[in-house]
């Protein structure tokens, strides 16, 4: 709840602050052209991970784009808390730092396809644009197993434990066949266990387009997302899910083009407005 309150506290905020600077300073002569389509990356923080988009779209009307997007994430259960076995961490420069009870890293993609609405232009010079965004599409959400260095057996030689230790999933700690977990197995192991959880999903966000070039996308992006997979993923051992939701902010730059013109022509415009 923390999470979602700070980000509809910030979402309150910049509308304010765009809805005023979209108010305020010299009237802009710069237009976009009649027909255009946008190319644009972003990298975004969510609560529960951080990812990546990029988004084409395309101008149906004045106020109106057709976006279709792809995304991906690295999600993160909010249970994650990383910590060292120092036992075993005196002994070997090895050990590293684990997630205990980690039992699949997750990396989930977005597939989908929505539209923009302009709700506020940038009729004057320094001002902000307000968008609305909605997209739905499908969502594959990947796990690969989290393997842990955990010890099957301890042999004693001249008073010296030598401690055995094997590739291990976290049910075999939790029900006991092995003891102490030293640390976590190389990504590699495992990755052939790996399975694609297949869902959609649906996007809601406001887009504050702060650039000075008409031609020019230089974007915060607030939102929410919630994706529905057809079979549970599981990133925490006993903690499956059908049903995922976040809200994230997301920084986003591109640029508008006329599909009309040939590319050497566009090029050139480019270096003209550099």
Same mark, same amino acid.
């Given at each position: ?58 101008? +149906? ?30 002994? #070997? ?17 977005? +597939? ?33 197993? +989290? ?40 990504? #590699? ?32 992006? +607030? ?52």
């Amino acid at each position: 709840m923390t999470f979602a309150r700070n980000f509809i506290v910030l979402l309150f905020f910049v509308v304010c602050i765009s809805y005023w600077a979209n108010a305020q300073g010299e009237f802009s002569e710069d237009r976009e052209s009649l027909h255009y389509n946008v190319n644009q990356f972003g990298a975004k923080v969510n609560t529960n991970g951080f990812g990546f988009i990029y988004t084409f779209a395309q101008r +149906v009307t004045y106020r109106l784009r057709r976006n279709y997007e792809v995304e991906y994430d690295y999600v993160r259960s909010p249970k994650e808390v990383k910590m060292i076995n120092t036992y075993f961490a005196s002994y #070997s420069n090895n050990v590293k730092r684990f997630i205990f009870g980690k039992d699949n890293s997750v990396h989930n993609i977005r +597939v989908g396809y929505g539209y923009n609405w302009m709700l506020f232009e940038k009729r004057d010079k320094n001002s902000v644009s307000i968008h609305l965004q909605a997209n739905a599409g499908f969502s594959f959400a990947i796990e690969k197993p +989290v393997y842990y260095e955990m010890v099957d057996s301890v042999t004693v030689f001249n008073n010296t434990a030598n401690y055995h230790y094997s590739p291990h999933r976290f049910e075999d700690y939790y029900t006991g066949k092995v003891s102490d977990i030293i640390t976590k197995s190389p990504f #590699s192991t495992g990755i052939k266990e790996t399975k694609i959880r297949p869902g959609n999903y649906i996007k809601l966000d406001f887009s504050f387009d702060f650039a000075r070039n008409a031609m020019v996308v230089s974007a915060i992006e +607030v939102g929410g997302i919630v994706d529905f997979y057809y079979f549970p993923v599981t990133i925490m051992y006993n903690h499956p899910h059908n049903f995922m939701w976040s809200m994230y902010i997301a920084y986003q730059f591109g640029r508008k083009y006329n599909p009309t013109l040939n590319r050497e022509y566009r090029r050139e415009q480019r270096k003209l407005t550099k």
